[in-house]
């Protein structure tokens, strides 16, 4: 998310977009907004993230931003106060990240494996973490290419800790430990 933040400051005038192509329930997206309104001075001007996945009920419950205390306990104090509510009474022990947040993020059902994504956008990143270690070598491949069309000029490609993609593409050049950047 470093390395996010730094890409956020240095494009500060212009407008910014992520896609968060595995969201599960939500929790990545809303750290990328959450990442992205810090680096950018705490506005939401010309900031956008397309969070999806298959899975429509995880979706569903992304779209309400609403998690237990131990879920959200990873979070910074701080960040924790400015950008989530705290449940009350029956809803005690709960967390719900506030509508400013929320509103940065578009939930979206995409199987990265269908043949057309309803995308019609750059992004100034792809978060693809954890994902593709699901697919086979080919897959894999293709989606890699997929991706670089809908990335702008100096776009990144975050990856998981497990994930290596050096090897089935020159499409992508290694830029830090996780991250890839458009050859």
Request: proline share 4%; hydrophobic share 45%.
């Amino acid at each position: 998310f470093g390395i996010l933040a730094e890409l956020c400051s240095a494009r500060k005038q212009k407008p910014l977009s992520v896609w968060c192509c595995a969201a599960s329930t939500g929790e990545e997206a809303y750290s990328i907004a959450i990442t992205m309104h810090e680096a950018c001075g705490r506005s939401n001007a010309g900031m956008s993230i397309l969070a999806s996945d298959i899975d429509v009920q995880a979706l569903a419950r992304a779209r309400k931003g609403i998690y237990t205390m131990e879920r959200a306990r990873p979070v910074r104090p701080e960040l924790l106060r400015r950008y989530f509510l705290r449940g009350a009474g029956a809803q005690a022990g709960m967390v719900m990240v506030k509508p400013l947040v929320r509103e940065m993020i578009t939930f979206e059902a995409i199987n990265l494996v269908d043949s057309s994504w309803p995308i019609k956008q750059k992004f100034d990143a792809i978060f693809c973490r954890n994902t593709m270690i699901y697919f086979d070598k080919p897959t894999q491949t293709r989606i890699l290419q997929r991706f670089v069309p809908l990335l702008k000029p100096g776009g990144l490609l975050f990856a998981g800790h497990s994930e290596n993609f050096t090897y089935l593409t020159d499409a992508f050049r290694l830029k830090g430990q996780t991250v890839y950047e458009v050859a």
